[in-house]
């Protein structure tokens, strides 16, 4: 199963579909983008029935104009969505 959408997760609808999704997962481990949380790039593990969330990093849009466009010099094989 895959999931891709240019919006971040809901965080009380993400913890109804993980506690239902669960029991069906062996691994999954992705960069998630949550509402309320929109600077920071988070981590989520699930393996079993185990769940891990913690802060990666700090999403590359969210950076001063100065330090985002540093940024994006230096990685020029990055796609890269204006929107």
């Not at 999931?3 to 993400?14: G, K, S, T």
């Not at 579909?17 to 593990?45: F, Q, S, T, Y």
Request: charged fraction near 30%; charge should be negative; hydrophobic fraction near 40%.
């Amino acid at each position: 199963m895959s999931y891709a959408r240019q919006r971040p997760f809901h965080p009380d609808r993400l913890v109804d579909w993980l506690a239902d999704v669960l029991n069906d997962v062996v691994r999954a481990k992705r960069l998630m983008w949550i509402a309320g949380r929109e600077r920071h790039a988070l981590n989520c593990n699930l393996a079993g029935t185990q769940v891990q969330v913690d802060v990666n990093s700090q999403w590359a849009t969210s950076m001063p104009a100065f330090q985002k466009e540093s940024y994006r010099e230096a990685r020029p094989d990055l796609d890269w969505d204006e929107d």
